[in-house]
Structures are given as structure tokens and as C-alpha cells.
């Protein structure tokens, strides 16, 4: 079984940036991409970034792209998400979730984090 811990999630204010770590607990190929998703209240979750195992293919959704970075340390088992200029409407629990390749299809990942809550105030 891989488990995954988000951590970072806090509040700031509007423009501010946060870090968010995933620490993935096993190497499987069912685990070898990340994905990071987003919930807002009453929504389904939204797909957000996605990194391959070597870290050279990275996707991301047209609302985060050019503000959000992920990026991941295999020695340390740990994918981030950076977020920076961040904006009230990016106030949602973020989830990361490991599957076989990245993709933004929520279904693909098999294995999901408790999610972390992130709150932006304007």
C-alpha cells in the first residue's frame, strides 16, 4: 500500500506564496507519477499539476499555470507544489495522489493524500 502526507497547507494573504510537500511512502510503478488536485466546498476536486517519476514532464491546469511549480526530490520520497501569487479563488483543500503517469484524469490516481487546507485572503 503507498501512502501519502501533504503538509504546508496554512493561511496567507492574497500575492503571497506557500509550499506544499507530498511525501510518497513507497516506489511502485502504480505510483510512479503525482498528481495535485483541489477541492472547493460542494465541488468535485479539480486537477491542479502533475509530475512524471524523473521529473521531466510536468502538466498543469490553464488556472495555476505560470503562478504554480511542481517539482519533486526522489531521494527524499517528497513532491512539492509551489504556489506563488496566490489568489482568494485558490482557497480549496489540496490533495496530491500517486498513479501510473501524470494526467489530469482524477480517476487514473490510485492512491490519494488527506489533503491540506490552503486559505488566501484578499
Known amino acids: 500500500q503507498v501512502r501519502l502526507t501533504e503538509s504546508g497547507g496554512g493561511s496567507v494573504q492574497a500575492g503571497e506564496s506557500l509550499t506544499l510537500s507530498c511525501t510518497v511512502s513507497t516506489r511502485t510503478i502504480r505510483a510512479d507519477a503525482t498528481g495535485w488536485f483541489r477541492q472547493f466546498p460542494g465541488k468535485e476536486r479539480e486537477f491542479v499539476a502533475a509530475i512524471n517519476y524523473g521529473g521531466g514532464v510536468a502538466i498543469y491546469a490553464e488556472s495555476v499555470k505560470g503562478r504554480f511549480t511542481t517539482s519533486r526530490d526522489n531521494m527524499a520520497n517528497t513532491v512539492y507544489l509551489q504556489m506563488n501569487s496566490l489568489k482568494p479563488e485558490d482557497t480549496a483543500v489540496y490533495f496530491c495522489?500517486?498513479?501510473?503517469?501524470?494526467?489530469?484524469?482524477?480517476?487514473?490516481?490510485?492512491?490519494w493524500g488527506q489533503g491540506t487546507q490552503v486559505t488566501v485572503s484578499p
Open positions: 495522489a500517486a498513479g501510473r503517469a501524470p494526467t489530469r484524469v482524477r480517476e487514473r490516481y490510485d492512491f
